[in-house]
């Protein structure tokens, strides 16, 4: 759709018009007769119909000039189709454990066993894919915790780094307080105005190492309104072999500390989840949309592009195209006048 931001101005286009009515006859010609002494050449006869087509001929190109500035002046603009701004205040760290323990293939992908890592990152990706307008965030822990990428609305730079993140990249051990503190110290970094802060972190053990106790860290998190929700996630059963021959059930989650976790979640008023699958992990993030929705996109804003360059540069060229057609005319004028006077 096509519009002026400022339509009142073209109500300046008659006013060259208004302005040469008024002028009197008299004083138009002494006008004329000041600025352009030099066309005494024109009142020779033979060339009066030629000069009047001359005349006219720049009087209209003088007009159309006229009229694109105005036109400019007045800023037509392009509005585009209404768009649907989503608005989000808040700002979502993700936390994924890369402990040795993650390689236990104790979860089922496309009717394929995986290790909970590879599950994870699926679920996981899914998860970030849904959060349009939020600030994600992902850190990696292990032995030590990293942040992997800073606060952004790049969902996709997340997911890509999420999903090439492997086993023991930040060691072997278990760092649930550091990867907290990671996470307090970053949105104390960041400058907030008001908006939610949320960590999900997801683990398969105990905290073994690190400088910070996860539940210190947790205070941490209370104090600058992290809400924390932790997801302990492992098989309850799993069937191996013995080495006496035959199969036997394991628990493949028993280093998992679940007080610890809850105690984390219900300090920071967030809450704690077990994901014994690949389905029950994924309504587990999916019940954290729930707890954390997306605001719903604000529409009625429509894109405005400014088009006032184009009738200004218009008139900018036919206001040079006059001025050279002047000077020549000047120039052929003299011209002829001094031919005139070398040949008398």
Same mark, same amino acid.
């Given at each position: 759709?096509? #519009?002026?931001?400022? &339509?009142?101005?073209?109500?300046?286009? &008659?006013?060259?018009?208004?302005?040469?009515?008024?002028?009197?006859?008299?004083?138009?010609?002494?006008?004329?007769?000041?600025?352009?002494?030099?066309? %005494?050449?024109?009142?020779?006869?033979?060339?009066?119909?030629?000069?009047?087509?001359?005349?006219?001929?720049?009087?209209?190109?003088?007009?159309?000039?006229?009229?694109?500035?105005?036109?400019?002046?007045?800023?037509?603009?392009?509005?585009?189709?209404?768009?649907?701004?989503?608005?989000?205040?808040?700002?979502?760290?993700?936390?994924?454990?890369? #402990?040795?323990?993650?390689?236990?293939?104790?979860?089922?992908?496309? +009717?394929?066993?995986?290790?909970?890592?590879?599950?994870?990152?699926?679920?996981?990706?899914?998860?970030? #894919?849904?959060?349009?307008? %939020?600030?994600?965030?992902?850190?990696?822990?292990?032995?030590?915790?990293?942040?992997?990428?800073?606060?952004?609305?790049?969902?996709?730079?997340?997911?890509?780094?999420?999903?090439?993140?492997?086993?023991?990249?930040?060691?072997?051990?278990?760092?649930?307080?550091?990867?907290?503190?990671?996470?307090?110290?970053?949105?104390?970094?960041?400058?907030?105005?008001?908006?939610?802060?949320?960590?999900?972190?997801?683990?398969?053990?105990? +905290?073994?190492?690190?400088?910070?106790? &996860?539940?210190?860290?947790?205070?941490?998190?209370?104090?600058?309104?992290?809400?924390?929700?932790? @997801?302990?996630?492992?098989?309850?059963?799993?069937?191996?072999?013995?080495?006496?021959?035959?199969?036997?059930?394991?628990?493949?989650?028993? %280093?998992?500390?679940?007080?610890?976790?809850?105690? @984390?979640?219900?300090?920071?008023?967030?809450?704690?989840?077990?994901?014994? %699958?690949?389905?029950?992990?994924?309504?587990?993030?999916?019940?954290?949309?729930?707890?954390?929705?997306?605001?719903?996109?604000?529409?009625?804003?429509? &894109?405005?592009?400014?088009?006032?360059?184009?009738?200004?540069?218009?008139?900018?060229?036919?206001?040079?195209?006059?001025?050279?057609?002047?000077?020549?005319?000047?120039?052929?004028?003299?011209?002829? #006048?001094?031919?005139?006077?070398?040949?008398?």
């Amino acid at each position: 759709m096509w #519009s002026l931001a400022w &339509p009142w101005v073209l109500l300046a286009l &008659p006013l060259p018009f208004i302005a040469r009515r008024l002028l009197s006859e008299s004083a138009s010609l002494q006008d004329a007769g000041l600025r352009v002494p030099q066309l %005494d050449a024109f009142a020779v006869l033979s060339h009066r119909s030629e000069t009047e087509q001359l005349l006219n001929w720049r009087f209209w190109l003088a007009a159309v000039a006229w009229v694109l500035l105005v036109l400019a002046a007045a800023r037509p603009e392009r509005i585009g189709d209404e768009l649907d701004v989503p608005v989000s205040g808040r700002n979502l760290m993700l936390a994924v454990d890369l #402990s040795g323990s993650m390689d236990q293939k104790d979860f089922e992908l496309g +009717n394929r066993r995986v290790d909970r890592l590879t599950a994870t990152k699926a679920v996981a990706s899914d998860f970030i #894919s849904r959060r349009e307008g %939020d600030r994600i965030g992902l850190i990696l822990f292990g032995e030590r915790a990293y942040l992997q990428v800073p606060l952004t609305l790049d969902r996709e730079t997340v997911k890509v780094l999420l999903l090439e993140a492997f086993i023991g990249l930040a060691g072997e051990k278990t760092a649930i307080g550091d990867a907290i503190t990671l996470a307090v110290k970053r949105i104390h970094d960041q400058e907030v105005d008001g908006s939610e802060q949320v960590l999900v972190l997801l683990t398969d053990g105990a +905290n073994t190492a690190g400088e910070v106790e &996860p539940l210190k860290a947790a205070e941490l998190a209370q104090q600058v309104g992290l809400r924390v929700y932790t @997801i302990g996630i492992g098989a309850e059963q799993l069937e191996v072999s013995s080495l006496i021959g035959g199969r036997r059930n394991i628990n493949p989650s028993a %280093d998992l500390d679940e007080e610890t976790l809850t105690g @984390i979640a219900e300090m920071t008023g967030g809450r704690y989840f077990r994901a014994k %699958d690949t389905a029950g992990l994924q309504d587990i993030y999916r019940l954290v949309d729930e707890l954390e929705p997306v605001d719903e996109p604000e529409a009625g804003f429509r &894109p405005v592009k400014s088009l006032y360059y184009w009738p200004l540069a218009g008139a900018f060229a036919l206001a040079a195209l006059l001025a050279v057609v002047s000077l020549l005319q000047n120039l052929a004028i003299r011209w002829q #006048s001094r031919v005139q006077a070398d040949a008398s």
